[in-house]
Structure formats: structure tokens, C-alpha cells
């Protein structure tokens, strides 16, 4: 058995173990001044120093970062304070009349010391929207960012040593053995938010302590449009979907699904759409990011050297500079089946389509992959919409737009199978950083202690009609 107390990071573990209970405590009012604290540094001290990580990162224009960084997590604060009172009260369920003279609740108590694992595509966004659900819930918490944004991680773990005593939050900077000697540590709960890959290996070490996970993950989220849709609004919109962040969203269109009789409008309309949101060269368009890192680069390159070799036509695009590690926004037709375009989750600004007849055929093509992240669909016939519901399976998903359902935390976000496991957002984050402890209280005589042993005809005379009536 490993000796945990070699583990670099096993001091900050227990003194979080230690002070999980007075956290664990801490009223919903002590929490909301935690959330203002960290509200208060997203928006005002440290904003613009995060606009120039990100972009210093990956060229994420000002505006993006604002939209996509800074704004959910803003509005995951604003939700958590506004709820949090009501989400802490025991919940009084019904007894059955079976216990009669006992009432139920359930408690919504803190897990304990929970580890969040978050990625670089946007790290502000998911490392701190996950700490507000765990702030809300009362737990302590150690923070591990990518090392592929390392200016956004050094932002973040100025703001968690500003805000926070290591005993309750914690950041540790750092390469992969970083998460290797953490996942090692028996944490309450893991949370965490990456490939399928890598979140089979965290859901394996979280295994041998039976610490529970939340995996955020991702795959190929498809996108389908009947011949009913209004296809300018949907190339528009499919636009930004896609190319918001270089592509490089979890939840972004990873293919689009095309009735066959679009194609050539479909073609035109995108073409020109592009311009309009990048101009005619998007290497010098101001709103338009680039790709992480060479490694990445050199990936989604490859994607189009294959697809200029076999029987894929590129429609738009295609361009790169692996000085600026920038690809230009591409539009693929017909890739075949067995390439990395359609196999891999593409995570970059390329998309591929592929046309059908029928409706049956996107949906069985889709159910022949693993459970998408998200799916989205483009039509004005409900009867085809509740059809592609109704016949497939994701974790979440927009109808005539994409990305959306993510900034409203109301709903449940979170992937099913392969692209995930549990949801987080609003209450959802709340109660996955919360364990639900079931609990009775007995305030007067009830009929099951008229059962106790000796057991007599007469007590079985009352299980009878308890078995029959209650």
C-alpha cells in the first residue's frame, strides 16, 4: 500500500480534512460573502489581468473572454446567491403510513474534500464554475488546472491565494504528475472535466478510494438540418457554435447532418457567412482565436492533409500558420467514414458534413456512435424534432441554435455514458457537490414497535394487514 504521507500535496490534503467540518458548517450567508469575494475579483481586480492570460494563451479576443469566460461564471454566482437559502433547508419528504409517529427530511450535506480537475479550453470558466457549486455546498477544495494555459492557471491561483486559506481552497500549478499524485488522495469527490480518455482514468483511481465522480467529458456532438429549417439563420448560428473559441468547445457542432437538397445553398451561404464574421482573411480578424498549442495544431492540420489526399472536398478554408498556430475556419464534404475527421472528436475549427434523404439515416448514424455531449437540430417541423429526440440520445442539446443550454442554470449540464457522468449548474452543481443523507425522526410510538420480538399470532395478524393495507 502507497504511504500517503509522501505525497507532495498530503499536508494541504489534511489540514482541508480537518477544517471540512467547520466549512461544512458555515452558513449560507458566509458562503454568499465567499461568492461576492470571488465575484468581486472575476469582475472588477482582476478582469483585465484574465483578458491578457487568455490572450496571451490563445489570442482569445477581449470580447470572447468576457462572453465565454467571465459571464457564466458570473451568472453561476448570481443564481447560487440567489438560491442558496432554499437549497440548504432540509427537504421534508412524506412517511408512509406504515411509520406513523415518525417524520422524514433529507439533508443536503457537504461531501467533504473534493478535488476539481479542469481543462484549458476555457479554464476560467470551468475551474471556477465548478468552485462556486462546491462553495455553495460547503466543502474544501483543491484546484488543478491545465498546464496548457499557463497564464490563465497562474491568474487563478492568484485569486484562490487572494481569496482563500489552503485549509479550505487550494491550486496546484503543474504538469500531469501533479493530477497523478492528487488522484491518489481519498477525496469525497472528484470533478472533473476533459476527454472520454483521460476520464477513464481518473473514474479508475477514483475507484480505489469509491470516491464519487462528476466527469464533464466530451465526443462528437452532431448537428442535423431538415429541409424545413431556415438555413441562413442556421448556417449563421452554426457559425458561431462552431468557431467561437477556434472550435475548441466541448459542446461545440462536431458534424453537421445535412438534407441533401440544402447542399449547394448550404455551401454558398456559409462562404459568405464566414466573411462576414472573420472578414475575408481570418488570420487577421480580431475576433477570431487561435489553437492552444503546436501539439494540437499539428492534430488538426493533420486532419486536413487527409482530407486533401482522399475523397474529402474542402470547401472553405483550410489555410493554417503553425507560427501563430492558426487554421483558418474549414468547411469538409464528404470525408469518408474512416477518417480522423469522422472518428476522433474533432476539437477545432473544421467541420465536416455529410448529407441524407431520409431522417431515419442522421438518426441511425448517430446511434451507431457513442451518446453525444450535446445535438442539436435545425428545423421548424416538430413532428421531425420530437422524431430526432424522441430516437436518440444525448447529454443536452438546442433546437434552431447551439451552445445556449449551457448558460442556463436552470438546466442540468452534463454528458451520458461517454460523454459523462453526473450534471452539475445551478442546483444540479450544488446537490453533486452535496451527499443527500436520508434521515427519520421517531416523536411518538409507532406501529412497528408493536413488532418486535416475541413474535405471537396477534403480531402476526398486524404484519398481515400491514402487508395487505399499507
Known amino acids: 500500500m502507497e504511504d500517503l504521507n509522501s505525497n507532495p500535496y498530503h499536508e494541504v490534503f489534511t489540514r482541508q480534512k480537518a477544517n471540512q467540518f467547520k466549512i461544512g458548517n458555515s452558513t449560507y450567508k458566509e458562503r454568499i460573502k465567499k461568492l461576492d469575494a470571488l465575484k468581486t475579483a472575476l469582475e472588477v481586480n482582476y478582469k483585465q489581468k484574465i483578458r491578457e492570460a487568455m490572450y496571451a494563451d490563445f489570442k482569445k479576443p477581449f470580447l ?53 480537475i479542469s481543462p484549458w479550453n476555457f479554464p476560467i470558466n470551468l475551474t471556477f464554475g465548478p468552485l462556486v457549486s462546491a462553495i455553495a455546498a460547503g ?20 485569486i484562490v491565494k487572494d481569496l482563500f486559506q489552503d485549509d479550505e481552497v487550494a491550486l496546484f500549478e503543474g504538469e500531469v504528475e501533479v493530477s497523478e499524485n492528487l488522484l491518489k488522495l481519498p477525496f469525497n469527490h472528484i470533478f472533473f472535466t476533459g476527454s472520454p480518455q483521460v476520464g477513464k482514468i481518473v473514474m479508475k483511481a477514483a475507484s480505489k478510494h469509491l470516491t464519487s465522480v462528476t466527469l464533464e467529458l466530451g465526443g462528437k456532438s452532431p448537428t442535423i438540418i ?62 477570431y482565436c487561435r489553437i492552444v498549442n503546436a501539439k494540437h495544431f499539428e492534430r488538426l492540420t493533420g486532419y486536413i492533409e487527409e482530407a486533401k489526399h482522399n475523397t474529402s472536398t474542402i470547401v472553405s478554408g483550410g489555410a493554417s500558420n503553425s507560427s501563430d498556430h492558426f ?29 441524407f434523404t431520409s431522417l431515419q439515416e442522421p438518426v441511425d448514424y448517430i446511434n451507431s456512435k457513442e451518446k453525444p455531449l450535446a445535438l442539436y437540430i435545425y428545423s421548424k417541423s416538430s413532428k421531425n424534432i420530437d422524431f430526432i429526440i424522441s430516437n436518440t440520445r444525448a447529454g443536452s442539446g438546442c433546437v434552431n441554435h447551439n451552445l445556449l443550454q449551457f448558460l442556463n442554470h436552470n438546466l442540468p449540464f452534463g454528458g451520458s455514458n461517454n460523454s459523462g ?38 403480531k402476526q395478524k398486524l404484519i398481515d394487514l400491514t402487508l395487505k393495507w399499507f
Not at 78 to 103: H, Y
Not at 232 to 254: H, R, S, Y
Not at 327 to 355: H, Y
Request: glycine share 4%; with cysteine.
Open 421 to 458: 457522468i453526473g450534471k452539475s449548474h445551478g442546483f444540479f452543481g450544488f446537490e453533486a457537490f452535496s451527499n443527500k443523507r436520508a434521515m427519520m425522526k421517531q416523536h411518538t410510538m409507532g406501529a412497528t414497535d408493536l413488532l418486535t420480538p416475541p413474535y405471537t399470532n396477534f
Open 139 to 158: 466543502n474544501t477544495v483543491i484546484i488543478k488546472p491545465s498546464e496548457m494555459t499557463p497564464n490563465a492557471s497562474k491568474v487563478m491561483a492568484d
Open 327 to 355: 487554421i483558418e475556419p474549414t468547411l469538409v464534404f464528404d470525408a469518408p467514414e474512416d477518417s480522423k475527421l469522422m472518428q476522433d472528436e474533432i476539437f477545432g475549427p473544421i467541420l465536416p458534413v455529410k448529407t
Open 64 to 116: 470572447e473572454t468576457d462572453l465565454t469566460e467571465i459571464y457564466p461564471v458570473l451568472t453561476e454566482i448570481k443564481f447560487a446567491k440567489n438560491n442558496l437559502k432554499s437549497w440548504m433547508k432540509d427537504q421534508k419528504v412524506d412517511t408512509p403510513l406504515a411509520l406513523l409517529g415518525a417524520s422524514s427530511y433529507i439533508v443536503y450535506e457537504p461531501k467533504g474534500v473534493c478535488l476539481i
Open 226 to 287: 431538415d429541409d424545413s429549417a431556415n438555413l441562413e439563420k442556421a448556417v449563421e448560428k452554426l457559425i458561431f457554435g462552431k468557431f467561437t473559441n477556434a472550435g475548441q468547445t466541448c459542446i461545440a457542432p462536431d458534424y453537421v447532418l445535412l438534407q441533401d437538397t440544402l447542399e449547394e445553398k448550404f455551401k454558398s451561404l456559409f462562404k459568405e457567412k464566414i466573411k462576414t464574421f472573420y472578414t475575408d482573411n481570418a488570420e487577421a480578424s480580431e475576433s
